[in-house]
């Protein structure tokens, strides 16, 4: 297996394996663990197999084209410490699957869990592989989507449902903020490559929009990685479960925002402003995040602010701009992830085992689970920087940065006692989690009898503690090589000496250490009395929450704010919300006309033909009559609006467009006729003329509308004949004319460009139709026919009245003579449209037709059959399945443009060639006829899923008759 392959496989697997996961059955428990387990050791064995490579000193790459004349590739590159990252992402990952089998109950949709878990992992790898800035920031708005779904995964729970909209509110605030800043640095790079970008660094830092571009790629940065002062969503993400919560704070998500500034630590870095704007936000996160840790009486809790307080010490060592610093930082990112994934798991086992989590009301379990307890004791240990643990060596490589003079300013004076009093909180708030619950007299009034958990649940804690302590003792032959091949890929040429050694003597950071633990030591005996008492959240800031500030700021925004511009702005009517539309529309085509004013070309007029003349000037009064009649008489209106669109299909066949002619003359078919049976349900409008007067408002409301009509078809008017009228003419016909058939291999240019030239615009247009087909029917499920358009027509009353008085009627005959001939002949045609639209599609590439005619052909069908014999015949004798069509066609069209990737060629190319059939010969065979396929599909069920919609207003009218009669004889009755 190539480098390539390994690398796009690496994204693929946990997708595919997220796909299959939410297909099993909802009991399938072990199934589904095995699957997801399956998938997570895949990775972690083909990111093992990448190291030789990686350690020889180079970068592994892997390009899809996508769109390169913008840039724009689908390229993953994996260097020293995309690998370090994705061992984490995949190891942790591992092993989490492994704990939450155990921890998830089987009441639980455990399918939906590891589906949700497995694609937040292929985001995450994402997010460290991508080497196109673009793909990052798709993948990194994967992360919070996902974690989205993963904290609110318990969603009948308030607490779930409010942390997981918060977390999503404020990383997405942050993601639109890091997009501005990529699409910045790609403006003054000229690329969104990320090894291109990570050469230009000088030219970014020196450039006039490097602070607008810093500012707005630490807020994507600081708001992932939950930062001062954004730091308040983290804890409030604790409703989510364990085993998220272990995964979420050690190797993936939290880590997104410090993994994003080491990675551009050499473009953005070394400058004041980095120092500043970083420093601050992470000497806050530290010392607030520890101090807010030891008042906390939730374990989970707890160890939320903890990851806050660490995450901040990684940020103070990045905003300090030294290369040890950045050595520093990015060794306790990986010391953080295994002691802090190991914590989780014990606070789950302790949660999982005993069903509480406030520590006010744990103690003495060392003597219920003591081997839970000293793998937790250990990974406390590490976390507080406790010699001969992991946590020890990167925090002495702190220590020691911190102390070093990096710029003359107040910040770096304060960064020695900032490092010590936040570490000696560290201390202070992991004694409090041991002596809290582990030490003590034994608990009381338990929901469950503490035990020990399975060894399965507790094997995985049991490997990340080991990890601990073999790092901490013997770095150098553990993690020593791995670290050595992450800091060379980021800091390049600039790498530092550094020793990873666990004794340099009697140092000034070993004397800072000693401060801190003494000192935490201390902190905790003082307040011993105190915490065990004490309410939730910490002295002096007990009333500042942030989640309260959130709370305040979305109401602000999302009711009196959002309440005021829509009472200026907003109406619950059509006709105000549409003038304000095209008045907008009439400014924006305005301003540049005023500006650079109109030129209306040089072209003469040319002799026009009278019968040309004639067909437009029908189609004039058709339109003019369609406005004049739209208020109170629909029907004509939608007649004469039929008759506008009839003469734009003449149009097109005047000036040889048969394909669009076609096209024109089938969708305006279909949608008169839907339009037609929305008619049906609106109520009845009429004018109030009992006066014979109409008043002064309702006249100057006319005149507006009309004036505004005049001047916007004035506008367009001038515009399209400046725009016709150029000497010469600006074209790009001849361009696919010449290439449609050598290029696209198809003679219908128009058809050639939609699913060729420009087939990623027309899949961009396919899905807004599926979107905008199921927003319809979603709409007309909750709307309700009006009163007075709830009885069957005149002309059905009295058939069905006729009906009734037939001697000759059987008992059960409801067959009437109403339409009988055309709802006949209605359903004969059904199969006759079928092979029309088939032959639409299929001479589409070459003639007029294809998939999206063909496709509107096929509704026609349908809708015939709706018209003719009513829903409920039709739906019980035909399972047409929309919403599979729209989803059928839109995943056939990606895959049919995914396909030309295993070419090498880039997304949605196309190739053509003759294939010769026995007694046939030679037959056009293009893909783009696939994705035409593609298109035809979605458009069938989106316009019969808009159908349905309408059609279902039937049944609701039968039950409302119903229930309006069944009342009526209950009343009678009575």
């Known amino acids: 297996m190539t480098d390539h392959t390994s690398l796009l496989l690496l994204i693929v697997m946990p997708f595919a394996g997220a796909v299959a996961a939410g297909f099993l059955p909802s009991n399938a428990r072990n199934a589904e663990a ?52 994705a061992m984490l992402i995949s190891a942790i990952g591992f092993l989490v699957v492994l704990y939450a089998r155990y921890y998830m109950s089987p009441e639980d949709p455990v399918p939906r869990f590891f589906s949700f878990f497995l694609a937040f992992m292929g985001a995450m790898l994402g997010i460290v592989l991508s080497g196109n800035l673009i793909l990052l920031i798709i993948f990194w708005e994967l992360t919070s989507i996902f974690s989205f ?11 779930a449902r409010d942390g997981a909209r918060m977390a999503l509110t404020i990383t997405g605030i942050g ?31 020196s450039h006039e929009l490097y602070i607008p571009t810093l500012v707005l790629v630490l807020l ?66 530290f010392v607030l995040g520890a101090y807010f840790a030891i008042f906390q009486q939730d374990i989970k809790g707890l160890l939320a602010y903890s990851t806050i307080s660490h995450l901040g010490l990684i940020t103070m060592l990045l905003s300090l701009g030294s290369p040890l610093g950045a050595v520093a930082a990015i060794f306790h990112m990986m010391n953080h992830a295994t002691f802090k994934a190991s914590l989780f798991m014990a606070a789950g086992i302790i949660d999982h085992e005993s069903g509480t989590r406030d520590i006010r009301r744990l103690s003495g379990l060392f003597r219920f689970m003591p081997i839970t307890a000293t793998l937790a004791m250990v990974a406390s240990a590490a976390m ?54 582990f030490f003590g007299p034994p608990p009381l009034d338990l929901p469950r009898d503490p035990h020990e958990a399975p060894f399965l649940m507790r094997f995985p804690m049991q490997l990340l503690v080991l990890a601990c302590l073999v790092v901490g003792t013997i770095p150098g032959l553990t993690i020593g090589p791995f670290l050595h091949t992450a800091v060379t890929s980021v800091l390049g040429p600039a790498t530092p000496q550094y020793s990873l050694a666990v004794w340099h003597g009697f140092t000034l ?57 829509e009472s200026q702005l907003g109406t619950r009517r059509l006709q105000p919300q549409l003038r304000l539309l095209v008045w907008i529309a009439f400014a924006a085509a305005l301003w540049p006309l005023y500006s650079l004013g109109l030129d209306p070309g040089g072209v003469t007029w040319a002799e026009s033909d009278p019968a040309f003349a004639a067909v437009w000037a029908i189609g004039i009064f058709c339109a003019l009559g369609a406005a004049w009649q739209a208020k109170f008489h629909r029907l004509a209106a939608l007649i004469l609006l039929g008759g506008a669109g009839l003469v734009t299909c003449i149009t097109f066949v005047w000036l040889s467009a048969p394909d669009l002619a076609v096209t024109q003359l089938l969708v305006e078919i279909v949608t008169t006729v839907l339009l037609l ?41 001038l515009i399209s004949y400046a725009v016709m009228t150029r000497m010469p003419p600006a074209t790009i016909a001849d361009y696919f004319l010449e290439r449609a058939y050598s290029d696209g291999g198809g003679k219908n240019v128009v058809n050639v460009i939609l699913v060729d030239f420009r087939g990623f615009d027309t899949f961009g247009e396919i899905t807004v139709l599926g979107v905008v087909a199921l927003t319809v029917f979603a709409l007309l499920r909750r709307f309700r026919p009006a009163p007075d358009s709830v009885e069957s027509p005149e002309q059905q009353r009295v058939q069905k009245a006729f009906d009734e008085a037939r001697p000759d009627r059987e008992a059960g005959d409801t067959v009437s003579d109403y339409l009988l001939v055309p709802s006949v002949i209605m359903q004969w045609l059904f199969p006759v449209i079928i092979v029309f639209a088939a032959y639409l599609f299929l001479r589409g590439h070459d003639l007029p037709g294809g998939g999206f005619a063909a496709g509107v052909a096929m509704a026609a069908a349908f809708i015939l059959q709706y018209m003719a014999a009513g829903t409920i015949w039709v739906e019980a004798r035909l399972r047409v399945l929309p919403v599979n069509w729209i989803g059928f066609g839109l995943l056939f069209a990606a895959m049919v443009g995914m396909g030309s990737w295993l070419a090498g060629y880039p997304f949605l190319t196309s190739h053509s060639q003759y294939l010769e059939l026995p007694l046939v010969g030679s037959v ?41 009669a069944e009342a009526e004889a209950a009343s009678e009755a009575a």
């Open 509 to 565: 950071p070993l004397m800072m250490s000693v401060a801190a633990l003494i000192g935490g030591a201390i902190l905790f005996l003082s307040l011993k009395t105190y915490l065990a008492n004490c309410e939730e959240g910490p002295p002096v800031f007990r009333r500042l929450k942030g989640q309260r500030i959130f709370e305040r700021a979305m109401v602000t925004v999302s009711w009196r704010w959002a309440r005021f511009v």
């Open 677 to 717: 049976l929305g008619l049906r349900w609106l109520p009845k409008r009429f004018e109030d003329n009992s006066l014979g007067l109409v008043t002064l408002a309702a006249k100057l409301r006319r005149l507006r509308d009309l004036a505004t009509a005049v001047a916007a078809g004035l506008g367009m008017t």
């Open 220 to 285: 994507g940065a600081l708001t992932k990685s939950a930062q001062f002062p954004f730091h308040f969503w983290l804890p409030n993400a604790m409703a989510a479960p364990t085993p998220v919560s272990a995964y979420l704070h050690s190797a993936t998500m939290v880590k997104a925002g410090v993994f994003l500034m080491a990675r551009l630590w050499p473009v953005l870095a070394g400058t004041e402003e980095w120092f500043w704007i970083v420093g601050l936000a992470g000497m806050a996160s």
């Open 34 to 85: 095995w699957l997801a387990g399956a998938v997570a050791l895949g990775v972690l064995v083909l990111t093992s197999a990448c190291y030789p490579a990686i350690a020889a000193g180079g970068a592994i790459r892997a390009e899809i084209e996508w769109i390169p004349a913008l840039g724009l590739n689908f390229t993953l590159r994996m260097d020293g410490f995309a690998w370090l990252f």
């Open 149 to 159: 779904l993963l904290i609110g995964y318990w969603h009948h729970n308030a607490g």
């Open 384 to 437: 507080a920087g406790v010699p001969l643990l992991n946590g020890f060596l990167s925090k002495e490589m702190f220590f020691a940065e911190a102390a070093a003079t990096h710029q003359i300013s107040i910040l770096d004076t304060a960064a020695p006692y900032a490092a010590v009093l936040g570490s000696a909180f560290a201390v202070a708030y992991s004694i409090r989690f041991i002596h809290g619950v």
């Open 924 to 964: 056009p065979v293009a893909s783009a006829t696939l994705f035409d396929l593609g298109v035809f599909s979605l458009v069938v069920g989106a316009t019969v899923l808009m159908l349905i919609a309408l059609a279902h207003q039937s049944i609701r009218r039968l039950r409302a008759s119903r229930i309006a």
């Open 175 to 205: 993601g639109l903020g890091l997009l501005a800043g990529v699409l910045l640095i790609g403006h003054i790079v000229g690329s969104y490559d990320l090894e291109q970008v990570l050469a230009s660094g000088d030219q970014i830092r």
